[in-house]
């Protein structure tokens, strides 16, 4: 199990999360004198979404910090570096843009934001000419070389850290992974605090595609998805971007929406050319060589750079081409496509390529499993306990 330490800065945690392509990490407390369980040694997981939640609600803060006056703006064009000024402190509010720097300012300003705020010509011009240079500040100076993930950790649990133990039984691991949403489970001996592996939505489905011949399996993958009530979401619900939006657009679209990735669509019939997935944030963190021109850099550019570069993309300029299956499609070979790939869903396309549903892992895992009547009071309360904590603390979040 790959461990960042909570004092780690958030570029090198999306060094070490790509180095050995993972998409989350558990991260170490670094406080001396902790409890020797696992509360005390762990502060939670770091993901890719966490990380993307926090790039752009920082993009945002600058978006505001800028609207304050074309001055600021000029400065991150000359590639100042530092605090923001007086002028947009003025506007917004210390508190508002505390620690705030030129970096983050420049990631309003190379994605476009400050365009809807009205600022002068300067500062968009400034953007226009920022390239590598505005990389070479966010790399090196202010948010990314103070920032550690544990404060990441702290301000964007995405998912709740709930580990089982090795003699749990797989329907307790089933159900946090399916109806109560967790991305991954963490599974520590049951006197031992350290982690020894993780249970994932990819690997509970790998697992299931080895259960052909019995009975149980046979009869459910036989089922077509509309007998099993998928997918879940109608049409007017699948989130997509178009391929001629700003790739901001769609991480943005992630987040404000919460979700792992979104189909990448052309035309007014929604016919599918990609998708993109929130763990793609690492390219633009970790090839600034790619994205100079990211002020007006669109999804379907941001697919033909990936494809340009990624052993993976078939010699056709592109990104893989997201699986995909028919309305009519059985539940086994839905399974048998998602375990032939890493990647957390599946979309359904009619004969004309539109997108008409999608299917995660989450989906195909509740198709199997059962809760019995009273299972999480008595099997999974300290689970659950920590599950409504979590919740309760997202609610005060809102709400302030």
Not at 47 to 57: G, H, K, Q
Not at 223 to 241: A, C, H, Q, R, Y
Not at 257 to 268: A, L, M
Not at 344 to 371: A, K, M, P, Q
Request: include cysteine.
């Amino acid at each position: 199990v790959t461990e960042i330490p909570g004092e780690t800065s958030v570029l090198d945690a999306v060094r070490i999360l790509s180095e050995h392509n993972i998409r989350a990490a558990p991260v170490l407390n670094p406080e001396p004198g902790v409890p020797a369980d696992w509360q005390g040694r762990y502060l939670g997981i770091i993901e890719y979404s966490a990380i993307i939640l926090w790039v752009l609600d920082n993009a945002d803060l600058a978006a505001v910090a800028l609207s304050a006056g074309s001055a600021t703006a000029a400065g991150v064009g000359m590639g100042a570096v530092g605090a923001v000024g007086v002028a947009a402190l003025g506007a917004t509010g210390p508190a508002a843009v505390a620690g705030l720097t030129a970096a983050a300012v420049g990631a309003a300003v190379a994605g476009g934001l400050t365009a809807e705020k009205g600022v002068a010509k300067d500062g968009v011009t400034a953007a226009d000419h920022l390239g590598e240079d505005f990389y070479k500040v966010l790399l090196q100076q202010e948010p990314f070389k103070s920032t550690t993930v544990r404060s990441i950790v702290e301000s964007y649990p995405w998912s709740p850290f709930v580990p089982v133990t090795l003699d749990s039984s797989m329907l307790a691991v089933l159900l946090l992974l399916s109806k109560y949403r967790l991305r991954n489970v963490p599974v520590i001996e049951p006197d031992k605090p350290v982690i020894k592996n993780f249970i994932t939505q990819t690997g509970v489905v790998k697992g299931l595609q080895q259960c052909k011949g019995r009975d149980w399996f046979d009869y459910i993958s036989a089922l077509p998805l509309s007998d099993l009530g998928l997918p879940f979401m109608s049409l007017d619900e699948v989130i997509t971007v178009n391929s001629d939006d700003l790739i901001l657009e769609a991480f943005k679209c992630m987040k404000d929406n919460k979700i792992g990735g979104v189909p990448v669509v052309e035309g007014p019939r929604r016919k599918l050319v990609g998708s993109v997935s929130i763990r793609d944030i690492r390219f633009l963190l970790l090839r600034p060589d790619l994205f100079s021109d990211f002020r007006h850099l669109t999804v379907l550019e941001f697919m033909n750079a990936l494809g340009s570069t990624l052993p993976d993309s078939g010699g056709n300029g592109l990104v893989k081409p997201p699986l995909t299956c028919a309305p009519d499609a059985s539940m086994g070979s839905v399974i048998d496509s998602i375990g032939s790939r890493i990647t957390h869903r599946i979309y359904v396309v009619d004969g004309d390529f539109e997108v008409v549903g999608v299917v995660t892992l989450r989906d195909v895992i509740s198709c199997f499993i059962h809760e019995p009547p009273g299972f999480c009071d008595s099997y999974l309360a300290s689970a659950m306990e920590k599950l409504e904590d979590k919740g309760d603390a997202d609610s005060s979040v809102e709400n302030s």
